[in-house]
Structure formats: structure tokens, C-alpha cells
């Protein structure tokens, strides 16, 4: 049994700045990890670290919405078709709707098609769903109808209030809420949300190497596991 799993990071990334420190946590018994890929390139890397520790890591493979490319969804649907690269991939995303400035404001139709052509792959091919939004859960709660055929959906880094995590529940959505560094910094939306929603919807995640170096991995799921 996996004592600190991490929800969300992206090891080909960390790989890159620390790779002692990357293997070092796969090492410990009491560690797993859930990698987000967006290229080909990081699936094959990933693949590779999955090969050497199959029980530790997860690969999940998304089009982000910051770069909503329909090349990349592609490339994603292609892994998909191929028995032997279906089977290397436990999710899809992240993805979703990035409102979160001007220029992402932009794409929002680009964001809608492409999340949506996901949400159907992970129907599709019985996957989970990794989702990230940035001040777009009205956009993501429009979806809610398709949400609720995936068969898990984990809201990643979220930034929601409990009420509306609280609303997702309720549209029979099976959903998880994964926090990182918002609950170290006191963050009062996160730290409601861990209050108040059932124990078993709750996860915990890194978000390295962006939200941290690979070597304070273990720190930051030991904190807010204490929360």
C-alpha cells in the first residue's frame, strides 16, 4: 500500500532538472505518482520510467488547453488505438478550459472542441480524466452530462469553491479534488474544501517541477497530508 501518492506531476520535466532525485522517490516503498504527458516525446520517456517501476508510476496523456493543438489530440487518439500504447496510459488529460487571461480567452471555441473530443476518448476507452480550469468552472460544469460517463474525473490543482465541487457531486459526476501548494499557503477555498468534502474525494498532488523541485516532493505531500 502507497502511503503518498502524488495526483499530478510531470516527471519528464523533472527528469530533466533532477533525475537522482526523481529515481529516489520511484525507490521508496511508500510513493506513487500520477505524470501528466503532452508530446509524444514525454510519452516515450514516461514509458520508459514505467517500465522500470510498472506499480509506481501512471501516465496520463492530455492536450492542454494553453495549447489547444489539434495535432497533438492526433497524436493522443493514435496511442489510444494501438493495443500496446492504450494499455501504457491510465488517463487522459490534463485538459479542459484555461479563462484565466486575455490571450487564453482567445481560443475558448478551440478549448471547448478539443476538451470535449477528450472527454469522449476517455468515455471511449474507459479512462479517467485528469481536468484542469482556470477560472472556467461554469465553462467545465456544461460538460457535466458528458462528465458523468467518464469513470472517475480528477479536478486537478483545484481552485474551485466547495460549492461548486459540492454541485459537481450532485450532477452524478464521479469526482476527485486534488490539492497542492494552495493548501500550504492557506489558500481559504482550499482549506474549505478539505474541511468539508467527504474524506475519500480528496487527493493530493506536486505539480512538479512547476510548483516545486523534484527533491521537495516528498515534503510538500507529507504537509498537506497533515492538513
Known amino acids: 500500500m502507497f502511503l503518498y501518492a502524488d495526483c499530478h506531476s510531470h516527471l519528464a520535466e523533472c527528469l530533466q532538472k533532477d533525475e537522482n532525485a526523481v529515481i529516489s522517490l520511484l525507490e521508496r516503498d511508500d510513493y506513487s505518482v500520477l505524470t501528466s ?5 514525454e510519452f516515450e520517456v514516461v514509458s520508459a520510467l514505467k517500465s522500470r517501476f510498472p506499480k509506481k508510476v501512471g501516465i496520463s496523456y492530455g492536450v492542454l488547453p494553453q495549447n489547444p493543438s489539434f495535432e497533438n489530440l492526433e497524436i493522443l487518439k493514435s496511442l489510444l488505438e494501438n493495443p500496446c500504447t492504450e494499455s ?12 484565466f487571461d486575455a490571450q487564453f480567452k482567445s481560443t475558448v471555441e478551440i478549448q471547448r472542441e478539443i476538451f470535449k473530443s477528450q472527454i469522449e476518448l476517455a468515455i471511449n476507452y474507459k479512462k479517467p480524466l485528469v481536468i484542469h480550469q482556470r477560472k472556467a468552472m461554469s ?38 479534488f486534488s490539492f497542492g501548494k494552495s493548501v500550504l499557503r492557506g489558500d481559504k477555498k482550499a482549506v474549505l474544501c478539505l474541511e468539508k468534502l467527504p474524506y475519500e474525494r480528496i487527493r493530493f498532488e506536486t505539480d512538479s517541477p512547476y510548483q516545486l523541485p523534484p527533491e521537495k516532493i516528498f515534503d510538500i505531500l507529507t504537509l498537506c497530508a497533515k492538513h
Open 139 to 176: 465553462e467545465i460544469f456544461a460538460f457535466s452530462s458528458d462528465l458523468a460517463k467518464v469513470p472517475a474525473v480528477l479536478f486537478h490543482g483545484y481552485s474551485g469553491t466547495y460549492d461548486e465541487a459540492l454541485s459537481v457531486l450532485r450532477k452524478n459526476v464521479n469526482a476527485y
Open 88 to 99: 501504457q496510459i491510465d488517463c487522459v488529460g490534463e485538459c479542459g478550459i484555461d479563462l
Open 37 to 41: 504527458v503532452h508530446s509524444l516525446h
